[in-house]
Each structure stands twice: as structure tokens, then as C-alpha cells.
């Protein structure tokens, strides 16, 4: 017998009698009784052991008086939930950036700043996307051409891109064709393109779309894109001299907002530029007279655009100007009085309920109904922005009594940077939660809504913006949209929801008095907007490769021998162009580095790349061979050795050429710990390869991709290549040097 | 020329001008000093007319006459020596005759007389000697043996300078010192007596004689001396250093200063110190004491009947020095300062300060947040005992499912979770324990790994008779699993650091040894054995992590986390100097992968907290070097850099100097030490140029100096609340919030920085910044080093590593106690501390000081002092637990 005390917790158990002879379970309960702790959850320390259930007393050496420990409680065990909790890292893409409540950002790919924030604000609007959605990859009439039907699909294909997924998006396709559609875009300096105006991309995309939209198909909307940006003007031209006057209609996709050094405030600059002289022949006068045009809003758009006239044609300097005054703008913007007599009239309605609806919402009485408000409202016409489209621009007269001409602000685009050459263009968005997302490129930056209205141009940027970007000290708005609140329509929406605000956009931007124009388009772009029309019926289809080749080579050579050369890039281009969807990353991977692909290279490839396609169609190894064979026989630059032994496992290899005409330059891959990477970390350092080598590229299997040469000397090509990657599980393999 | 212009420079002016021609001796130009003549006032003249005259009665022939001069020349120089802002005039008129008289002494036939001449003479040889011709000590030794502090203090100083230079001449000769170290002697005991300790003490250890200081010191001087023999240890080579404290600890003794010769015991090591001293006092309330101060440095001590007789007392000491009060004493502070209250993790993340970055995700966990988040919410209720993620009770409604944060971490997410309870319940056992134990019976391995870490977590510096953390963990180290078993092995070498426990040791090496194992398995027995035996240079453990280490093929030793095998060697070592080398010796054979990387980190930690200036510049030297690739040894030299001078303040600043130029020119892996190294410098002690340079480095476009950079921002204001800190992270969290990585490395530096909602500091220093806790500093080593490969390590599934951070763990208070160990509340200044090291009289030791009453926060560099006379405190040093006695002298002053 041996009394020990027992340390439970912060009790101490006296003068716990031991039984030496029975074994220790028989303590155990004793300690049950006094503490409740099953036996089988008891631990009792014994001098840095435990006391297990057998042992024998006499060894353990336990001595009367002894202080021995136990732990273990009575508590129930912790279990697993039943359900397992889902991990954000965990999920598809896809639903990483549903949760993260906003679209991914989009690489650059040189000054092409102008073009992704272009397509973020666009991007925000989801009528737009839906009617997107509506357009069918074969549904192209016959009035479209075939780079308006390519644009189109471009967009499409890049907005759903954007929704679903977290990381930075490269619009590669998309700016090859837009480049195609528009060669002014293409314009090259110095070996890279040139930064352009958002302005010119942004009505030149809106153009696009609206041609191409409204023959989509779906006849309820002649033209989508019209009804939501287009706006209609009436405009009384009247003569002082001779008092004649007439007036015209026109319609239009933005307002401008004049800047002189009395406008300092939107208003105030919609205002002035609405109103304008021309000089033209007077019939009565029977000479040229001035004129004043005074336009009035005839009709609401949805989305209403603002254009900013900031850059101005200095004629003493013959270069482009930028205004850089300051000029405020709301949040929320009335154009109740720039709108026509008759426009007011079908808005006075509307207006009024919607002044009552605030009056009663800031009463004392808060009613169910106004608690469900505007955040519910702003949901709601996103759904209902889609369906009740068709309605409104159908029957604009009973719709657009729903409009009180008021906006709300959506999106920003800015332009940062004293000249319009140079500097950079940002995207300022309101996602549907409210809140706002600054877009600079690949990175989205999350923003205050009050840091918006700072962006007014003349100042450094808000304090919210992140340090990288305050040393830009100019900070002007190119473009700014307003969602119409809008007023629902009290025959369709009676008690329940009396006032109802619907997304529009609205507008603004600036302009640019300069117009690029025609004049800016070379010869070559001439000569191959002509080649682009012939070109429109050229597609691959179902024919070979060869075949496909030799008619493009046949066009080109028509052209050629009435005169008309076409370069060798429209060339490649339009070959590109001419593709099916299933050579889309070899599209991609050609426009990485368009200027130095050459047209029998790109010849070549093609065919190679036909090849692997067809290998994959289980066509034996032996169709390799024929394929280098075939391609030496294409007599121009590629002359490719013969496959290395271990091609089917190195899918990737330098090979060292010794003249080249643009000596493209890799980067020198460091420390990676495989051998391709998505993360530009991984790279310790790096700097521009300047060798002359080149890359092929296969899938590892033995299928040829092609060959690459890059000249980046922006780490982004790599990524781009990383991207591939993950998408084709291509393999890359490095070599420095094979000589 | 007016002759009798009073504002001509005459006594000054002059001397100066003498002076610069006094080491070009004696040739004087007569022209010169006729000049001169004439400046002087009509006083001067005379005493120098009279001076003349004594010099020329010196040489006369009758020695009565010879001796009335000597005697009254002797009387005009001893008159005007005691100030020596300048030469004094008898000395400068004389200085024309040095010569005569030298000339003539030497003609001179022994005598009495020859005597006083050879002590006159040797009074003007102080400002007429040819440099280094030393005729001052020359001719004191011919001379009179009179009381050497005659002459004046200046004459002594300069005596002992040239003793200085002669000894070290005649050592060298191999020639006889006895007549020397008299006059050692005498000058010793004139210095001791007239407030000049330093100048004993430096004169003793250039004669290599320090035990002559033992019969000088007393009561009035002895603490002087013993600051300034403490002080001057950190600059002496080894072994002059261990002799100086010797001789401090000697004194200490003598006076029954107990307290401080315990530490001056701990400095050494030594355990027979500590246990003289338990033997030799005999009060018990002192002795407690004594193991407050033991309990604080963290090392494992057992008392004998020897030391204390009586059982009850014996235990009641033990039990202090086995910390079990500690988590009683944090919480007193924790109720006083009333922060009591749990934070969460959103507390402290303050997102609603952050412009527009309101969380927008908070619909679906993210692992990698939430984790952040245990780690953040058990450093920041680190001992309270208290949280609102993990020590909620479980809803009974919701089934314990939902509610249970245990389970919003994923995997070995779930280890580090379920660790954070030790940590919330730091220092408690009893609680501790019994909250852990429901996660014993879990059927995820990763929960167990967890609880067993958590045990080890729990009894971190805390010992307990029935050794509980052996008890559990011990049975769990053999286990299939292998995250159980790292669990169990980390949480052992936790709870028992620096316990040098035998099973612990005989359980942990078969493991080493086991080729089978997993090399994750391998690396933290090795790490948890360096830990239990930080500082011991045990053979067998070192023999065992060595086989260990030529077992491993080459692809594990390329292996990020087979670094950390290397540094556990180091632990062994850490602090012993050259104890180390046969170890580093033997690492020359390693695998080449591994051998550098092992040379680094022995002679790092071998040296860590010596300031040992010359190992600084051979590791410097190796950060110079440009390598060609895959040498990882730099990290670790750059971090010795910094374990090394951390010893002492200056020290730190030159290696913060040296640290931004390795920045600056330095290869990548040196740029990603770097900052780990400037928070260990800077560790819970927010400098503010540290902090800048790590502000700038956490947006480096290199991302692992950047983690490197933040996490040391963490490590800077660890325990501090520092709001400057808090606010940059704050900054970094929205700068870098999409990447996740860096993200978790801002979470976790937000955490360091609340560390124990601002009670606690990670400086392994303490004592007035005297002593170095060993195994504090092993913990945030082991950390720093698991942080050069941060992608790996903490950023892969071994982020549990942050936990060794607890190790160095200790409340930054004051807490005064009575008699009773209760604790008491007494007014207190705190101020920053003042070096008062060679100061004479009382200097005020703190500066800027504020009034509180105690338990008290002490921040980096402050010192405290009691504000009141009523009590006495027993420690000389105001930190941590203090027992207060009253003062039987008080008098309340109505």
C-alpha cells in the first residue's frame, strides 16, 4: 500500500491509496471515481515515462508520498467536420475569380496599354458581353468581313477568358487581329509598336462590333451596340449672316467634353462642345459664311461615353499637345438640360418619381421597400439590363420615358503622362459590387470611389495608389462612363420597386482634335486593306496546308504583278488569319515575335506543324522525317538539321544559325528549378540573350510545334510561353549554345 | 615688446609652446629662452631666478647646502603639481637645467642626496624623457622609494604607463620585475584610493598581475572595479578575458555581492561558481533570488542538500528555478496592464485602416490566410491562455464541426494549428495539458503531430518533476508516421533545450543513425539534440549528428532542409569558441554539397555572443568571395556576422554598417541574409535605421529578400507594439495582398510584433544586457537558418519551424514580490540606461526616466531603479522577478 497525491489539472488529489498488488488499471479507476477521466484517456506520468495498464508496480519505483500526474479529460474528442471546408486554393480557376469579385488584368505586350484598358472598360459592360455571347462563331452574313467577324470573335473569346480566370490574361489573339483590322495599330517604331490612342481603339472597336452585331442574327436588336452607346443628336445649323437655318440629325458614340480655360467642370465642357461654327457655302449669300451648330440630345443611350478633348495639334510644334487642366466631374451626372424639348419631356416623368422616391427614402418613414434599395437595384438590372434591352431600343419612345438622364460613373480611362505618344493609359471600373478595380495592365489594383473624382486631371494621383505609380505626376482622363439611373418603367414595375436603376453607360472622353486619320495609313496598309478584302474568302477549311499556302502565295503574286506589293507581315498575317481554331497557339506563338518571322519560315513551320497535328492523328514516327525532309526542301532560310536522337524526349533545342537578319535576343534562363516556369520569381536575374539561336518547341512526345526565336526582352515572353505550357503541356528545354 | 603686459599669454600660451618641443629634448636654445625671459611677469622671474639658483646649489660642493636646494626645489615642484592642466612653472624653468642636473646626478657619489635628485629628476623626466626612453621610471627606481603619490597624480599615470612599456620590454629579456611590480604595488594602491580604478585595472592586467587587486579593493571601490573589469572582458582576447571576470567574481565573493558574481558564474558557465554561491550565503530569501536569475538564463540547475538543507526549502527554491511560477507572473503583469482581453488575428491585421482593401474574399477560407492567421493569433495571445479561435468551447449546437478553426487548416496546416494551443497556453502545464489532450485521441495524424508539438510548446523552459512532455512524447518518437514523429521529436527538443536530459539523448540518436528514416525525421532530431545540448560540446551527440550527416546521400543533402543538420552541430557548440575545432576539423571531409555551409555555421555558432572581431573579418571575408553557383554558405556567414557582434553595442553598429554594404555589393544569397541578420542585431529592439533599411528591402524586387526583409521587420519589433512597424506592415499587407507568399510573411511579422500583445521580447540578452540565454539564441537561430531558404521551409510544409521562435520567449517586466513571492507594488523610474562604466562617484545610471509602479514593461535599453527607499531589492539588476525586503532604516519622512 502506498498513498501518492495525483496532480489532475490545477487539483491535487491527496493521499491516493495504491493497491502494489493489483496491476495499475485498478488505480486508473480509483482516479475515475475522482476525477471522471475514463480510464483509457488517463496519462500518468511516473518520472518521464507512462503508466501503462500491465506494469508492474515494483519496478516502476514509486515511493509513498510520491507526486504522480495525470492528465487526460473528460471532453469530447475533437472531430473532423463532416463537411470538408473548401480552400480557395483548392478551387478551379474559374471560381478563384468569382470570389475574387473582379476580372484578371491584361498583359501588356507592348505599348499595348491603350488596347487592354480599352477592352477592361468595355469588358464592364454586360450587355455588351451578353450580346457577345449571342454571336455565333458561324454566324457570320455576309455584309461583315472577315476581320470584323475575327475581331468580334477575338473579343468574345477574350472577355470569357477574362471572367474566368485569376491570373493576367495576354491578349494575344485578339491584338493580332485588331492589328490586322486595323494596320494604323501595327505602326512600328524602332523595332516595337507604337503606343496609339485609346480613343481611335475604342471607336474603332465600337464600330467594329456594332457592324458585326447588328447582323448577328437576332432580329430583335438591328443594332445592340447602338443602343447602348449610341446617342442621337439634333442639331439646328443656323447661319447669323443670312438667318438661315436648318437642322439635322445625326448620331453619334460619345460627347465631347470641350476644355478651354473657362470649362472647369464636365458640365460646362459637354456643354461648349456641343456647340460649334463651320464655315460653309451659303446658298443665299452665294459665298462661304459661318455657321453655328448648336446640338441638343435627342435620344439616351444606355452607356453614355465622354470623351475629353485633352490632345490638341499644336501647329507651331506640328506634334500632339495634351490639355492639362482640371476639370471635375460627378459621380453621378445630369444631362437633363443638353437634352432636347421633346426628350425633356418624355424624361420629366420619370425624373419626378425618382426626386419623390429620394424624398421618401430620406423621410422618417424608412419602408421595407427602400431598404432594399440601390445595392439590390444595381443587381437587378444587371439581369434585367439583357432582356429589357431588346424592349427599349425596339420601342425607343415608350422606353426612353423610363430614362431620367441621369448616369452613374462606371468606368475611367486615363491617360498619365504629359504628351500623347508617350505616357500610359489606365482603367478605372466599377465592378458590380461597387467597388472600383484600377486596371494597370496585368495588375488590378483595388481603389476608394472617392480617389475617382480625383482623377480629374492637373494632379499627382490619390494617395490609395500604390507607390509605383506615384511618380507619374500627370494623371488625364481620357474617358469616363456613366450608368444611367434609370427609372423603371411604372407600368411594368408597379408598387413593388417604384424607382429602378439601370446600368447605362455614359460617356465621356476626350478627345483627341487630332485625327490620325487616313494619312497616317502607309502604302502598305492601303495596299493591304485591299489585299485583306481578297483575302476575306481565303480559308483554310478542310484543304492541306500546301494547298492552302499556294493559294495566298497565288494572291499575293496577282497582287504583285499589277504593282501592288504586299509585305511580307500582311502576308503572315492574313495566312494566320486564315486558320482554323485548331492552330490557335501556333498563331499565338507566331505573333510573340511577328517581325522577324519570315514568310518561307512561317511556310515552313506550317507545314511542320500540319505534320504534328497529323502525327497526332496516329500517323507513325515516320511522317518526321518526312517532314524535315519536306522542309528542306522548302528551299529558303529554315534549314534544320536532322533530328536528334532523343527527339522524342528533348522536345525542345537551340540551334545555332549563323546569319540571321535581325539577331533576336533570349533571355538567359537562371536557376528556375524546372526547366519552365510561370512565376517570373524564379528567374534570380536575368538579362537579354543576344546569340543568335533558335528554339524549337514540341509537346514531348514527339510532336513539333515549331520553332521559336524571341527578341523579348521583356520577361513577359517567357510567361507567355509558361502559359503555353500549362495549356498544351509543352516542354521547353534551354540551350545556351550548340554551335 | 612690454615685458610686464598682463595679458601676455604667459603660463598657458608659453607652456604650450613648450610642449611641442618637450619630446625633442634638451638641446634648448638658449637664444630662445632669453627671449622668453622677457614675457615673463616680475613673479615668475623670480621663481625662475630662484629655481636657477637651487640647480646651481645642487651641484655645489657641500652637501648641506646640496641639500637645503634639493629640499626646497623638491617643495616649489610638489606645491604646483597638483593641478596638470599645464606644465607646471617650476617644472618649465627647470626644464633648461634636465641636462645640468642629469649630467651631474651621474657624477654624483651614492648618497642620500643622490636619492632626492634621482626623485626630482624623475619628476622632470615626466615632461623632458625622450619618447620611450621611460627616464621617469628609471630614475623612481634609483630614487628615495617615497610615497609615490607626492608627486602628484600625473607623475603616477605616467609612471605606470612606463612600467607598462618596461615590463612588457623586460618580459621579453626574460630580466627580473620584482622592483617593478613593487612600484606596481604602490601605484595600485594610490589609484585604488583615489577614485582611479580604471587606470589599477589597466596598469594589473599590463602587468599581468590582476590578483594584486583583490587586497586593494574595499567596500567603496570594489563595484567600480568590478564594472569595469566586467566591461573590459567583451574586448579582451581569450583567455585574459575568463581571467578578469575571474578576479570580479573573486571580488563579488569577497564583498557577498552574490547576486553579481552569479551572473559573472553564469557568463563563465562555471557551475561550481553557482554553486559556491549557493553555499556560501545563507539566506534564503537571497537564494531565491538567485533562482529567479538562474530560472531567466534558462539553463536546467539542481540543488543539492549541499547547497540548500532543509527538503521544503530546497523544493520551493527548485521549483522557481524550474520556472513553474513563470505563467502566474506574466499574467499578473498581463491583469495590471489590462490586456487580458483575447485578440483575434483581425485585431491586429487592422484591414479597416487600409484604403478600399475591406477583405474582399471573406467567402471562402483560404489555407494559406488561415494558417497565417493560427500563427498570428498564438503569438499574439502567446501565454494568456486565452484566444478566440482555438480555446473557444465548441459550440455544442454545431457539433463542435464548423465552429472548430482546428479544421479550417489543411493538412500540416493542421499541425501548426493545433500546436498554437501550447503556444496560447505557454508556460501553463497543468491547463495546458489538459487542453491539449482531446487532440491526443484525433484520428488525422496531423492533429496529433500537433498536440505532441503543443506539449512541447507548453513546457518550453518550464521543468516538472514528473516530466510530463518525456512522459508523452517519448512514446511517440518511434511512431510509423513520420509527421508524428517529427512532432513528438520538435516538441522534445523544445520542452527540454539546454536540459542536456540522458534519455532524451539516448532516445533521439538511434534516430540519427537510422538510415531508413526520413530525412525530414533526420533533420529535427538533429535539431532538437543541438537544442538539448546547446552549448555542452557533448562528444557523442556531436559523433552521432556527424555519422548522421555521411550517412545522407548527395541529392538529400542538396536538400533545403538539410541544412538545418549542420546548424544543430553549431548548436552544440554555441558560444564555446575553441571548443569547436576538432569538430570543424572533421567537417573538412563532408560531402562537398555540405562542407562549407557546415564550416560556416560551426564557426558561426562557436562564436556567437563573443563580438570576436577577428572571426567577424574572416567571415566577412567569405561574404566577398563571388561564387559560381549552388553555394549556399554565404547565408549562413552573413547571419554569423550578426550572431557574433551581436555581444555588444558597438559591435552591432559596425555590423549594421558592414551588412548594408554586403547589401550593396553583395551576391543575391547574401542579399536574402542580410536582413535576417540585421533582425537578429536589432531583435525586439526597433532602431530606427534598421527599420528603415529593412522598409526599403521589403520591397525589393528580389521576393526573398523581400520575405527575408519583412520577416525581419517581425524579429525588429517583436513584442514591441511598435506602431511605426506595424504600420509599414500594415502598408505591405495591401501592397503585396495579391501574392500569397509575401502575404503570409506579412501576417506572420504582424504577429512577431504583437508577440504576447506587446509583453514579451525575443532578445536573448538580458541582465542589463550582460547575459546571453543560450537557448534563446539557439531558437532564433534555428529559425533565421530555416528562413534563408524561406520558399522551402516556412513557405512549404515545415512552417511549424516559426515555433522554436518560443524558445527565446521571456516577458520583458519588472515584477517586484515580497518576501512571501507575492507580488508587490512599489514606484519605480525607468528611463533609458546610462553606461556608467569608469565613471567616478555615483553617476545616475538611467536617463530620461518615467515614474510607475510595478509589475512594469521594460523596452530595449531601459533600466530601472526603485523610487523608493522602504524597500531593497535583492537583485542589484531590476528585471523580471525581483524580491523586494524592507529597508529596517526607513524612516516615512512626514
Known amino acids: 500500500m502506498l498513498n501518492v497525491s495525483v496532480k489532475w489539472q490545477k487539483e491535487l488529489l491527496k493521499a491516493v491509496e495504491i493497491d502494489t498488488t493489483q496491476p495499475p488499471y485498478v488505480f486508473k479507476c480509483q482516479l475515475y471515481d475522482l476525477t471522471g477521466v475514463p480510464p483509457e484517456r488517463q496519462k500518468i506520468m511516473v518520472k518521464g515515462g507512462l503508466l501503462k495498464d500491465d506494469a508492474d508496480w515494483s519496478t516502476l519505483g514509486v515511493k509513498d508520498g510520491q507526486k504522480l500526474m495525470m492528465m487526460g479529460t473528460a471532453d469530447e474528442v475533437v472531430k473532423a467536420p463532416e463537411k470538408a471546408i473548401v480552400f480557395a486554393e483548392d478551387l478551379p480557376e474559374e471560381e478563384q475569380a468569382l470570389h475574387l469579385g473582379y476580372g484578371a488584368g491584361l498583359f501588356n505586350l507592348g505599348n499595348t496599354c491603350y488596347m487592354n484598358s480599352t477592352i477592361q472598360c468595355l469588358h464592364s459592360v454586360p450587355e455588351l458581353k451578353s450580346a457577345l455571347i449571342k454571336y455565333s462563331h458561324s454566324g457570320r452574313s455576309n455584309d461583315v468581313d472577315q476581320t470584323s467577324h475575327m475581331l468580334t470573335i477575338a473579343t468574345r473569346d477574350l472577355f470569357s477568358e477574362l471572367d474566368k480566370s485569376v491570373k493576367a490574361v495576354a491578349p494575344m489573339q485578339f491584338w493580332m487581329v485588331l492589328r490586322k483590322k486595323y494596320p494604323q495599330f501595327g505602326q512600328q517604331h524602332n523595332g516595337t509598336f507604337m503606343q ?64 478651354s480655360h473657362e470649362v472647369n467642370h464636365l458640365h460646362e465642357g459637354l456643354k461648349h462642345g456641343l456647340k460649334s461654327e463651320l464655315e460653309k457655302n451659303s446658298p443665299s449669300l452665294g459665298r462661304s459664311a459661318i455657321y453655328v451648330k448648336e446640338s441638343l440630345i435627342n435620344g439616351l443611350p444606355r452607356y453614355l461615353t465622354i470623351q475629353f478633348v485633352r490632345f490638341f495639334w499644336k501647329r507651331e510644334s506640328n506634334q500632339k499637345a495634351k490639355i492639362l487642366r482640371k476639370v471635375d466631374y460627378p459621380l453621378q451626372l445630369d444631362i437633363f438640360d443638353l437634352c432636347s424639348d421633346d426628350l425633356r419631356k418624355t424624361l420629366e416623368a420619370p425624373r419626378q418619381r425618382l426626386r419623390d422616391e429620394e424624398g421618401k427614402k430620406l423621410g422618417l418613414k424608412p419602408s421595407e421597400k427602400s431598404s432594399d434599395s440601390k445595392d439590390k437595384d444595381i443587381k437587378m438590372s444587371d439581369v434585367e439590363g439583357s432582356s429589357n434591352r431588346s424592349g427599349e431600343s425596339s420601342n425607343p419612345t415608350s422606353d426612353e420615358g423610363a430614362m431620367t438622364g441621369i448616369y452613374d460613373l462606371v468606368a475611367v480611362l486615363t491617360h498619365k503622362g504629359r504628351s500623347a505618344d508617350s505616357g500610359h493609359y489606365v482603367a478605372w471600373v466599377k465592378q458590380e459590387s461597387g467597388k472600383w478595380i484600377q486596371y494597370d495592365d496585368d495588375n488590378p489594383y483595388p481603389q476608394k470611389e472617392e480617389d475617382i473624382t480625383k482623377l480629374s486631371g492637373g494632379g499627382v494621383g490619390g494617395s490609395a ?209 524546372s526547366h519552365i516556369t510561370n512565376d517570373i520569381s524564379n528567374f534570380s536575374s536575368s538579362s537579354p540573350y543576344t546569340g543568335e539561336d533558335k528554339m524549337y518547341i514540341g509537346d514531348g512526345k514527339g510532336s513539333f510545334y515549331g520553332e521559336y526565336v524571341f527578341a523579348g526582352t521583356s520577361l513577359r515572353w517567357i510567361l507567355s510561353f509558361a502559359k503555353l505550357y500549362f495549356k498544351w503541356y509543352l516542354f521547353f528545354n534551354f540551350f545556351i549554345s550548340i554551335c | 615688446m612690454a615685458p610686464q603686459d598682463p595679458n601676455a599669454p604667459s603660463g598657458s600660451g608659453s607652456g604650450k609652446r613648450n610642449e611641442d618641443t618637450v619630446k625633442v629634448p634638451a638641446k634648448d636654445p638658449k637664444k630662445k629662452d632669453d627671449k622668453k625671459d622677457e614675457d615673463l611677469s616680475e613673479e615668475d622671474l623670480e621663481l625662475k631666478n630662484q629655481l636657477e639658483l637651487y640647480v646651481e646649489r645642487v651641484q655645489d660642493t657641500d652637501p648641506g647646502v646640496q641639500k637645503n636646494a634639493l629640499e626646497s626645489m623638491r617643495q616649489e615642484i610638489r606645491t604646483s603639481t597638483s593641478s596638470m592642466t599645464s606644465v607646471p612653472k617650476p617644472l618649465k624653468y627647470l626644464r633648461p637645467h634636465y641636462g645640468t642636473l642629469k649630467a651631474y646626478y651621474e657624477t654624483m657619489a651614492e648618497s642620500e642626496l643622490k636619492n632626492y635628485l634621482a626623485d626630482i629628476l624623475s619628476v622632470l623626466a615626466l615632461t623632458m624623457s625622450a619618447e620611450g626612453e621611460r627616464e621617469s621610471l628609471k630614475y623612481r627606481l634609483l630614487g628615495s622609494d617615497g610615497d609615490i603619490g607626492s608627486w602628484g597624480h600625473e607623475y603616477v599615470r605616467n609612471l605606470a604607463g612606463e612600467i607598462a612599456q618596461e615590463f612588457a620590454k623586460r618580459q621579453s629579456e626574460e630580466a627580473p620585475i620584482e622592483e617593478l611590480m613593487e612600484l606596481v604595488q604602490q601605484i595600485v594602491a594610490f589609484h585604488m584610493k583615489h577614485n582611479a580604478e580604471p587606470e589599477a585595472v589597466d596598469l594589473l592586467m599590463e602587468v599581468e598581475d590582476l590578483d594584486l587587486l583583490i587586497e586593494h579593493v574595499d567596500k567603496t571601490n570594489f563595484k567600480r572595479t568590478c564594472l569595469y573589469l566586467t566591461s573590459s572582458a567583451r574586448y579582451l582576447p581569450g583567455p585574459d578575458d575568463v581571467l578578469v571576470l575571474d578576479i570580479a567574481y573573486t571580488i563579488y565573493m569577497k564583498f557577498k555581492e552574490y547576486p553579481n558574481a552569479l551572473q559573472i558564474a553564469l557568463y563563465l558557465d562555471n557551475m561550481q561558481n553557482i554553486k559556491n554561491i549557493f553555499t556560501s550565503c545563507d539566506d534564503l530569501l537571497r537564494k531565491k533570488q538567485f533562482c529567479y536569475i538562474l530560472a531567466r538564463h534558462g539553463i536546467s540547475f539542481e540543488l543539492d542538500d549541499e547547497m540548500v538543507a532543509e527538503d521544503d526549502d530546497r523544493e520551493a527554491l527548485q521549483d522557481i528555478i524550474n520556472n513553474t511560477k513563470l505563467s502566474e507572473g506574466y499574467l499578473t503583469l498581463a491583469r495590471d496592464i489590462e490586456v487580458m482581453e483575447a485578440k483575434t488575428p483581425e485585431d491586429i491585421y487592422k484591414a479597416h485602416l487600409l484604403d478600399g482593401r475591406a477583405s474582399a474574399g471573406a467567402s471562402v477560407d483560404s489555407a494559406r490566410q488561415n494558417l497565417a492567421a493560427t500563427f498570428v493569433n498564438a503569438f499574439v495571445n502567446a501565454g494568456f491562455g486565452q484566444d478566440k ?218 562564436y556567437a555572443g563573443t563580438g570576436n572581431v577577428l572571426k567577424v573579418q574572416n567571415l566577412l571575408g567569405h561574404c566577398s568571395q563571388h561564387l559560381e553557383k549552388n553555394e549556399t554558405h554565404q547565408g549562413p556567414a552573413v547571419l554569423g556576422i550578426a550572431m557574433i557582434s551581436m555581444a555588444e553595442e558597438l559591435g552591432v553598429e559596425m555590423a549594421i554598417r558592414s551588412l548594408e554594404h554586403l547589401l550593396q555589393y553583395g ?99 538580458h541582465s542589463d544586457r550582460f547575459l546571453l540565454s543560450p537557448t534563446a539564441l539557439a531558437g532564433i537561430i534555428t529559425l533565421l537558418h530555416a528562413c534563408l531558404d524561406m520558399k522551402a521551409i516556412i513557405l512549404g510544409k515545415y512552417h511549424y519551424i516559426l515555433y522554436f521562435i518560443v524558445l527565446a520567449m521571456q516577458p520583458r517586466m519588472l515584477l517586484t514580490v515580497d518576501e512571501n513571492l507575492r507580488p508587490l507594488s512599489v514606484p519605480v523610474r525607468v528611463g533609458q540606461a546610462v553606461d556608467v562604466v569608469g565613471q567616478a562617484g555615483r553617476p545616475k545610471t538611467i536617463t530620461g526616466f518615467q515614474t510607475h509602479s510595478t509589475p512594469v514593461l521594460l523596452a530595449a535599453g531601459d533600466r530601472a531603479e526603485l523610487a523608493t527607499e522602504k524597500y531593497i531589492p535583492l537583485s542589484p539588476i531590476l528585471e523580471g522577478f525581483v524580491i523586494l525586503k524592507e529597508n529596517p532604516d526607513y524612516r516615512e519622512d512626514n
Not at chain 1, 490612342?197 to 471607336?203: M, N, P, R
Not at chain 2, 513584442?719 to 502575404?743: C, E, F, P, Q, V
Open chain 2, 667 to 765: 551576391e543575391q544569397n547574401i542579399r536574402r541574409a542580410v536582413p535576417l541578420a540585421l533582425g537578429l542585431l536589432c531583435i525586439s529592439n526597433p532602431k530606427v535605421n534598421v527599420m528603415d533599411t529593412l522598409s526599403r528591402l521589403s520591397h525589393d524586387t528580389d521576393s526573398e529578400v523581400a520575405m527575408a526583409a519583412v520577416i525581419s521587420l517581425g524579429l525588429l519589433g517583436a513584442g514591441t507594439n511598435n506602431a511605426r512597424i506595424a504600420g509599414m506592415l500594415r502598408n505591405l499587407s495591401s501592397y503585396y495582398y495579391k501574392d500569397a507568399s509575401l502575404l503570409f510573411c506579412v501576417r506572420i511579422a504582424q504577429g512577431l510584433v504583437h508577440l504576447g500583445k506587446g509583453l514579451l521580447t525575443l532578445n536573448p540578452y
Open chain 2, 389 to 606: 479561435l482555438m480555446t473557444v468551447p465548441s459550440d455544442a449546437s454545431s457539433g463542435g464541426s464548423s465552429g472548430n478553426w482546428l479544421f479550417k487548416n489543411k493538412e500540416h496546416g493542421k499541425t501548426s494549428a493545433a500546436a498554437s494551443l501550447g503556444m496560447i497556453l505557454l508556460w501553463d502545464v497543468d491547463s495546458g495539458l489538459a487542453q491539449i489532450d482531446k487532440y491526443f485521441h484525433s484520428k488525422d495524424t496531423h492533429v496529433i503531430a500537433g498536440a505532441l508539438l503543443g506539449v512541447g510548446i507548453v513546457n518550453c523552459s518550464i521543468k516538472n518533476d514528473c516530466d510530463p512532455a518525456l512522459a508523452l512524447l517519448g512514446e511517440h518518437i518511434d511512431k510509423e508516421d513520420p509527421f508524428i514523429r517529427i512532432g513528438a521529436i520538435m516538441g522534445l527538443g523544445i520542452a527540454y533545450a539546454g536540459a542536456q536530459n540522458e534519455q532524451i539523448r539516448s532516445k533521439l540518436t538511434p534516430i540519427l543513425n537510422d538510415a531508413k528514416a526520413p530525412l525530414d525525421v533526420v533533420t529535427f532530431t538533429a535539431i532538437s539534440l543541438g537544442l538539448v545540448y546547446v552549448g555542452s560540446c557533448n562528444e557523442e551527440v556531436a559523433q552521432a549528428i556527424i555519422f548522421a550527416l555521411m550517412d545522407r546521400s548527395d541529392s538529400e543533402l542538396g536538400e533545403p532542409l538539410a541544412r538545418l543538420i549542420p546548424l544543430s552541430l553549431g548548436l552544440l557548440y554555441l558560444g564555446k569558441q575553441e571548443s569547436v575545432e576538432a569538430t570543424a576539423e572533421v567537417s573538412k571531409t563532408f560531402n562537398e554539397k555540405i562542407r562549407k555551409h557546415c564550416d560556416m555555421t560551426l564557426l558561426s555558432c562557436a
Open chain 1, 196 to 259: 496609339q490612342d485609346a480613343e481611335e481603339c475604342w471607336s474603332q472597336l465600337l464600330y467594329t462590333l456594332s457592324q458585326s452585331l447588328r447582323s448577328s442574327g437576332s432580329s430583335e436588336s438591328p443594332d445592340s451596340v447602338k443602343a447602348l452607346f449610341g446617342i442621337e443628336l439634333v442639331s439646328r445649323v443656323h447661319c447669323i449672316e443670312s438667318g438661315e437655318e436648318s437642322s439635322e440629325a445625326e448620331s453619334v458614340y460619345s460627347l465631347k467634353c470641350h476644355i
Open chain 1, 465 to 673: 495608389i500604390p507607390p509605383s505609380q506615384v511618380e507619374h505626376a500627370w494623371r488625364q482622363m481620357l474617358l469616363l462612363f456613366f450608368s444611367l439611373a434609370q427609372l423603371g418603367h411604372p407600368g411594368l414595375e408597379p408598387e413593388t420597386s417604384p424607382h429602378k436603376t439601370k446600368p447605362l453607360y455614359v460617356p465621356t472622353v476626350t478627345g483627341s482634335s487630332f485625327n490620325r486619320g487616313n494619312s497616317s495609313l502607309s502604302n502598305s496598309g492601303a495596299s493591304s486593306s485591299t489585299f485583306d478584302n481578297d483575302n476575306d474568302c481565303i480559308q483554310k477549311g478542310c484543304q492541306s496546308m500546301a494547298d492552302y499556302l499556294q493559294q495566298i502565295k497565288d494572291i499575293s503574286d496577282s497582287f504583285t504583278a499589277v504593282g501592288a506589293s504586299v509585305l511580307d507581315r500582311d502576308l503572315i498575317t492574313a495566312t494566320l488569319v486564315g486558320l482554323l481554331d485548331g492552330f490557335k497557339s501556333f498563331i499565338d506563338s507566331i505573333m510573340l515575335h511577328l517581325s522577324s518571322t519570315s514568310l518561307g519560315e512561317l511556310r515552313g513551320l506550317l507545314l511542320t506543324k500540319e505534320l504534328s497535328m497529323n502525327r497526332r492523328k496516329k500517323i507513325t514516327l515516320s511522317a518526321t522525317t518526312e517532314l524535315f525532309h519536306a522542309l528542306s526542301v522548302q528551299a529558303s532560310p529554315p534549314l534544320l538539321p536532322a533530328p536528334p536522337q532523343a527527339f522524342s524526349k528533348l522536345a525542345a533545342m537551340c540551334v545555332h544559325y549563323t546569319s540571321k537578319p535581325s539577331p533576336p535576343s533570349w533571355l538567359i534562363y537562371y536557376g528556375a528549378t
